[in-house]
C-alpha cells in the first residue's frame, strides 16, 4: 500500500505542484488548505508523513504543529516544514514546534522527494534497542573550533540514547583539556590516560572496564583529565584506534568526543566512525572553517551523507548567515540546530547533569534529543540517505 501524504497549504497552486509531484512518485496525497482542516485530517486519516506550510491565514504551520505534537494520536507523525522563510532563527522555530525537517520555497522537486524519500525510511526503521550483542556502532562528534559546544553535544548524545534504553559509553578523547567529568560530577577522571598509553596489543575491553566511571543516572564514561602533561602525551594514532574497536565490543552506541579540529588522531578517529557530527556556531568565520574541514573529511570519508553539520545558536546574532546560506556555502544540508540557552547548560553543570536530563522538556533538551533519535535511526537504517 502507498504511503499517504497529507500536504498542508493556503496556496492552491503550490497545492496542486506538490501533490502532483507526490503521486508521480507512488503515494497517496490528501489536501488541506487551512491549520484546523489539518488537524482534523491528520487526526482522522493518520497520514505517514505531513508536509506542513507555515504562513496559513487561520493558524500558522508552527501552532499547527505544536497540537499535532501534543496530540497522542497524531504526535509520532513525522513532519516537513515548508515555507519561503530562510533565516535561521525561522528554522530554528520550526524545530522547536516539533518539526522533523525544514524545507525552503522553492525548492526543487527532486530534493522535496529525497527529503520525503528519507523521512519516511526513518520513520519506518525498526525501532529495537541496539543494546543487544555484537558490535557496536561509533558516532563520533568534532568541533570545526573550540567552545562550539562539542562536548555538550556527545554528552547529551550519550545520555539521551542510555535515557532510551540504548547501552552506549562516552569516550573523551580530549587528552589534557576534558572536561566533561568534571561538568558530570565525575572529578578528575583519567581513564582514556591511562588506557591509551598502554601498547596496542594490551589495549582490551577487560583492561578498559577498569578504567570506565559511570554516571549516578547510569550512563557509561571513559574520560580525559584537563591535567596539562595528558595533553603532553606522545600517542600513537594505532592506540586510539585500538581503544575505540574494544569499546566497540562494549557499548552501543560508542559516542566519541573527538574534540576540535583535524590533527594526527582526530583523522584516525573520524575514520572509525560510522557517522560523523561535524559541530560549529553560526558565523562567518566558523563558517569558513567549517567548509575546510568538511572538504578534508570528504577525501576520507566514503560517504558523506553520514558526515552530520550541527549548527549550535547560543546568542541571537545581530546579522547571522540564514540556514539556506549555510547550506549553500557548506554545499551540505545542516542536520540540526540547537538552540542552546546558556543559563539551562550553567545550571545543568552545577547539577552535574546532562541537559537532556537535567531538563527534558527544555527547546535544547528536546533538539539534541531528536538529533540522538536521528543518528540511532541512521545507524539501523544503512543508506537511509544519498549523498549530496
Known amino acids: 500500500m502507498a504511503e499517504k501524504i497529507l500536504v498542508v497549504d493556503d496556496d492552491l497552486d503550490s497545492l496542486k505542484l506538490i501533490g502532483l509531484m507526490l503521486q508521480r512518485n507512488g503515494y497517496e496525497v490528501s489536501a488541506a488548505s487551512a491549520g484546523s482542516q489539518a488537524l482534523a485530517k491528520a487526526t482522522s486519516e493518520r497520514p505517514d508523513l505531513i508536509i506542513l506550510d507555515v504562513m496559513m491565514p487561520d493558524m500558522s504551520g508552527l501552532e499547527v504543529c505544536r497540537r499535532l505534537r501534543k496530540n497522542p494520536d497524531t504526535k509520532a507523525i513525522p513532519i516537513i516544514m515548508?515555507?519561503?522563510?530562510?533565516?535561521?532563527?525561522?528554522?530554528?522555530?520550526?524545530?522547536?514546534?516539533?518539526?522533523?525537517?525544514?524545507?525552503?520555497?522553492?525548492?526543487?522537486?527532486?530534493?522535496?522527494?529525497?527529503?520525503?524519500?528519507?523521512?519516511?525510511?526513518?520513520?519506518a526503521a525498526p525501532q529495537k534497542s541496539a543494546s543487544g550483542g555484537g558490535k557496536g556502532p561509533t558516532v563520533g562528534v568534532i568541533g570545526v573550533k573550540g567552545g562550539v559546544g562539542t562536548s555538550t553535544i556527545a554528552t547529551n548524545i550519550a545520555a539521551a540514547r542510555h535515557a532510551a534504553g540504548d547501552n552506549p559509553i562516552l569516550a573523551d578523547f580530549r587528552l589534557?583539556?576534558?572536561?566533561?567529568?568534571?561538568?558530570?560530577?565525575?572529578?578528575?577522571?583519567?581513564?582514556?590516560?591511562?588506557?591509551?598509553s598502554k601498547p596496542v596489543e594490551e589495549i582490551k575491553p577487560k583492561l578498559i572496564e577498569g578504567e570506565v566511571v559511570s554516571h549516578p543516572t547510569g550512563l557509561r564514561t571513559l574520560l580525559s583529565s584537563f591535567r596539562p602533561r595528558e595533553a603532553a602525551m606522545n600517542v600513537s594514532g594505532d592506540a586510539a584506534v585500538a581503544v575505540v574497536r574494544a569499546l566497540r565490543a562494549m557499548a552501543k552506541p560508542v559516542v566519541i568526543d573527538i574534540g576540535s579540529g583535524l590533527n594526527h588522531m582526530s583523522q584516525r578517529l573520524q575514520a572509525e566512525c560510522d557517522h560523523l557530527i561535524v559541530v560549529m556556531d553560526p558565523v562567518h568565520v566558523t563558517l569558513n572553517m567549517a567548509r575546510e574541514m568538511l572538504q578534508d573529511l570528504d577525501t576520507t570519508r566514503t560517504d558523506r551523507s553520514k558526515t552530520h553539520v550541527v549548527v549550535v545558536n547560543r546568542a541571537a546574532s545581530s546579522a547571522p548567515p540564514s540556514w539556506s546560506e549555510v547550506?549553500?556555502?557548506?554545499?551540505?544540508?545542516?542536520?540540526?540546530?540547537?538552540?542552546?540557552?546558556?543559563?539551562?547548560?550553567?545550571?545543568?553543570?552545577?547539577?552535574?547533569?546532562?541537559?537532556?536530563?537535567?531538563q527534558p522538556t527544555a527547546i535544547a533538551s528536546s533538539q539534541m534529543t531528536k538529533l540522538a533519535d536521528d543518528i540511532a535511526s541512521r545507524l539501523r537504517t544503512p543508506a537511509a540517505e544519498p549523498a549530496n
Open 82 to 123: 515548508f515555507t519561503a522563510k530562510t533565516l535561521i532563527d525561522d528554522k530554528v522555530a520550526g524545530f522547536e514546534a516539533g518539526a522533523d525537517d525544514y524545507l525552503t520555497k522553492p525548492t526543487h522537486p527532486a530534493e522535496l522527494a529525497s527529503r520525503v524519500k528519507q523521512m519516511l525510511a526513518r520513520s
Open 176 to 196: 589534557g583539556v576534558g572536561s566533561t567529568g568534571l561538568a558530570l560530577g565525575l572529578g578528575r577522571t583519567q581513564g582514556m590516560a591511562n588506557i591509551i
Open 327 to 358: 547550506e549553500q556555502m557548506l554545499r551540505r544540508d545542516i542536520r540540526a540546530i540547537i538552540a542552546l540557552a546558556s543559563e539551562l547548560a550553567l545550571n545543568a553543570q552545577q547539577a552535574q547533569m546532562p541537559i537532556v536530563l537535567y
